[in-house]
Structures are given as structure tokens and as C-alpha cells.
């Protein structure tokens, strides 16, 4: 079964605009990580964020982690073209021996 | 990171064949999972592939259908037996850095069933 739930499922903007997806999930997490598939090809790890972190950075992209909520969002600023790809969240739940269950990802589009 | 590959990139094959799909890790690594993506879907966790045991299958894969191998820390093989083409997917495997936790994917295997 799927733990992760991503919304939007489909999003499109225009390049340079900001991008947020959200991801909900229903366990208790060791950690949250978001990653990034073109066209059916293999999955890029973006960045982990752990149980006990709230947010994190790395070049354009932001995470939030809201534990009491159980959600997370990826915001994804100055949108590029080439940003266009399925993104995915997946949670390490507690206990879980590092075994990764994946939202049903979304689809970003990126208009030039 | 992880350098992972996978062969072959992409097969496609015949109903009731068997195809097994080869996973290369540059360093050693405890943890190696194989996952498979149905066309337009997400990735559900097929095994657990550990060294030196067998593999630890989740809800709804069995070792007769997915038989997986892991001979030492770098390598692992997991074969799809009597395919029909419901088992057309990407499979993908994954090991994880325990120390950074972070889990890495290799380029994935494209398998269509005719």
C-alpha cells in the first residue's frame, strides 16, 4: 500500500515561476525523501529530510516537514524547462529497515 | 553517492520466458531493494535482497516468481520467471547508505512482455 500521497497530481507553470507539490503520509517516519524521475528512466535522489528536522535547502529546492501533520512540500523556486519530470516522495518509516513506500508521484511541467 | 548500474537497460520478451536482470554497486553496501513500476504508476517494493540469506519478499511477490540472488555486498540479480505481460515494468534496484540513509536508484531495467 501506498503511504505517501502527493497533490497536486499534474501541475504546470510557466519557467521562472515557483513550484510547490505536497506530500501526506500516515506512519510514524524516520525520514522523507523526495526524488525525481524524466521520462521513465531512473530515479534521482533530490534530499532526505529527517523525522526530527523541519525544513532544509539545497540550491533551489526547499523541503518542509511537518511531523504533527504528517506532510511534507517540496518547493521548487525559479523553475527551469528542464525541471520537467515526475516527482516522488517516499518515506523510511519507523522501523521499516530503511525500506522506502512511494507516493503515487507528481507530474511537473514546465512551460518556456 | 552510490553508482549503480543495471543490465540489460531494456529487453523485450516472450510470454512464459524468463529474463534476470544484474544489479552493480561501486562500493559495498549492506541494504539492496528491488522495486518495480508499473506503466504510469509508482514504485512498489518487490524484495528485500540480503547478503548471504535469502531475500525477504513483501505482500504480494513470491520467491518462485521474483527469485532473487545476492552472492556478496556489490551485486545482486533478480530474475521475473514465467512473464506474461501484466509483468511489463521498469524494475528498479536501490541500495541504501546507512550513514546518510539516503537510498540511491539505479537507471532501471525496461521490461515489455509481448
Known amino acids: 500500500s501506498q503511504q505517501g500521497e502527493e497533490d497536486p497530481q499534474a501541475l504546470s507553470i510557466q519557467e521562472g515561476e515557483n513550484a510547490t507539490m505536497n506530500c501526506s503520509y500516515k506512519?510514524?517516519?524516520?525520514?522523507l525523501q523526495w526524488y525525481r524521475q524524466n521520462s521513465g528512466r531512473g530515479l534521482v535522489h533530490l534530499i532526505l529530510?529527517?523525522?526530527?528536522?523541519r525544513e532544509k535547502h539545497s540550491g533551489r529546492l526547499r523541503v518542509t516537514l511537518d511531523t504533527s501533520k504528517k506532510s511534507s512540500s517540496l518547493l521548487i523556486t525559479a523553475s527551469r524547462a528542464a525541471d520537467t519530470a515526475s516527482y516522488f516522495c517516499a518515506t523510511a518509516a519507523t522501523g521499516a529497515n530503511s525500506k522506502l513506500t512511494f507516493g503515487k508521484g507528481i507530474t511537473l511541467s514546465v512551460r518556456p | 553517492s552510490a553508482v549503480i548500474s543495471q543490465k540489460p537497460s531494456r529487453d523485450i520478451c516472450q510470454r512464459g520466458t524468463s529474463l534476470t536482470i544484474q544489479c552493480q554497486v561501486d562500493?559495498?553496501?549492506?541494504?539492496m531493494f528491488w522495486y518495480r513500476q508499473q506503466p504510469g504508476q509508482s514504485l512498489t517494493l518487490i524484495a528485500t535482497?540480503?547478503?548471504?540469506?535469502?531475500?525477504?519478499?513483501e505482500s504480494g511477490f513470491v520467491i518462485d516468481k521474483f527469485p532473487i540472488s545476492r552472492p556478496n555486498l556489490t551485486f545482486s540479480t533478480l530474475t521475473v520467471s514465467n512473464m506474461s505481460p501484466e509483468d511489463s515494468s521498469i524494475y528498479l534496484c536501490?541500495?541504501?547508505?546507512?550513514?546518510?540513509?539516503?537510498?540511491?536508484f539505479g537507471p532501471g531495467t525496461r521490461l515489455l512482455v509481448l
Open positions: 535482497a540480503n547478503q548471504g540469506s535469502e531475500a525477504t519478499y
Open positions: 506512519t510514524s517516519i524516520n525520514n
Open positions: 536501490s541500495v541504501v547508505d546507512r550513514r546518510r540513509e539516503t537510498q540511491y
Open positions: 562500493s559495498q553496501v549492506t541494504m
Open positions: 529530510i529527517r523525522s526530527n528536522e
